[in-house]
T-cell receptor
Framework: NAGVTQTPKFRILKIGQSMTLQCTQDMNHNYMYWYRQDPGMGLKLIYYSVGAGITDKGEVPNGYNVSRSTTEDFPLRLELAAPSQTSVYFC?????????????FGSGTQLSVL | DAKTTQPPSMDCAEGRAANLPCNHSTISGNEYVYWYRQIHSQGPQYIIHGLKNNETNEMASLIITEDRKSSTLILPHATLRDTAVYYCIVRVDRGAQKLVFGQGTRLTINP
């Protein structure tokens, strides 16, 4: 059981380049989330999805796009990379919403924009 | 969601109980308290959560004061592998687990 898998683990981008961070889960979870973590800080929610075809903005969505065409996959797209997007990105999932659900996190993607 | 306050760092000796405090004095009646931890640069890991009763699982115990304005996470027999940043999070049950992570407490377990 792989859980939440993120690729790539590391990436360096030039300013203005685009890329997609991949996230897939094999736990049949309905809810998926993208967080970013800047050095020495806590995590901030970028986007989340409560099911295939449904996405919504989190706290810091600017500069990012997401899609959810399947239950398993929740890719995060950076269209025009900026140095402010240098961060570690974590994908997470939960079976459903509600107070008794816990998030399962991937191991992260470390992104540097130079 | 209510704001939480945690000490930035704590130390604990290996084998002893680690008691991590969290203040959430503005918590409302329908807000839950969650604890997650992040070991080195890994993704956060769920530990425990509760509403008003004390909770215990295989990882830890959560003690919530009667007025719910503060809580304590207890790791009963800390090991070196418990060295991590511990996050106390308060949120309302509004469906999706849109957790707000602060800076947490960096717990160091010393041999």
């Amino acid at each position: 059981n792989a859980g939440v898998t993120q690729t790539p683990k590391f990436r360096i981008l030039k300013i203005g380049q685009s890329m997609t961070l991949q996230c897939t889960q094999d736990m049949n979870h309905n809810y998926m989330y993208w967080y970013r973590q800047d050095p020495g800080m806590g995590l901030k929610l970028i986007y989340y999805s409560v099911g295939a075809g449904i996405t919504d903005k989190g706290e810091v969505p600017n500069g990012y796009n997401v899609s959810r065409s399947t239950t398993e996959d929740f890719p995060l797209r950076l269209e025009l990379a900026a140095p402010s997007q240098t961060s570690v990105y974590f994908c997470a999932s939960s079976y459903q919403g509600g107070p008794n659900e816990k998030l399962f996190f991937g191991s992260g993607t470390q992104l540097s924009v130079l | 969601d209510a704001k939480t306050t945690q000490p930035p760092s704590m130390d604990c000796a290996e084998g002893r109980a680690a008691n991590l405090p969290c203040n959430h004095s503005t918590i409302s009646g329908n807000e839950y308290v969650y604890w997650y931890r992040q070991i080195h640069s890994q993704g956060p890991q769920y530990i425990i959560h509760g509403l008003k009763n004390n909770e215990t699982n295989e990882m830890a115990s959560l003690i919530i004061t009667e007025d719910r304005k503060s809580s304590t996470l207890i790791l009963p027999h800390a090991t070196l592998r418990d060295t991590a940043v511990y996050y106390c999070i308060v949120r309302v049950d509004r469906g999706a687990q849109k957790l707000v992570f602060g800076q947490g407490t960096r717990l160091t377990i010393n041999p």
